[in-house]
């Protein structure tokens, strides 16, 4: 099971989220988020949490709505939100969770929602 806290800003959140039994953090690259955090800062927090986490016991996921913020994100994972259908996902080697509606479960494979 994948427990995520979203809406890191701090190592000190990161460290109590991970502490208290998160394995993954989410951090909100969408600029109209009370929680947004430029890449570059949660790069640094990313690199922080390590030095006190092992790598492998944690997700780091960006978050990003629509087709902006992902390219950027220092993350293990994109979770993008505000996608139609999976043409239209971006091209990228990293791993994507998709935050779908009841509505648009018909336009991705049963396997993958």
Not at 12 to 25: I, K
Request: proline share 6%.
């Amino acid at each position: 099971m994948i427990v995520k806290v979203c809406g890191i800003t701090s190592v000190e959140d990161g460290l109590l989220a991970l502490r208290e039994g998160a394995n993954a953090l989410g951090f909100n690259f969408w600029r109209s988020s009370p929680r947004y955090i430029l890449p570059h800062e949660a790069s640094k927090i990313i690199t922080e949490l390590r030095r006190h986490f092992d790598s492998e016991s944690f997700l780091t996921v960006g978050v990003t709505v629509g087709s902006t913020g992902w390219d950027q994100a220092p993350t293990d994972v994109l979770q993008l939100h505000g996608f139609a259908e999976p043409s239209l996902l971006p091209k990228t080697t990293k791993r994507i969770w998709v935050a779908v509606g009841p509505e648009m479960v018909a336009y991705f494979p049963s396997s993958e929602v």
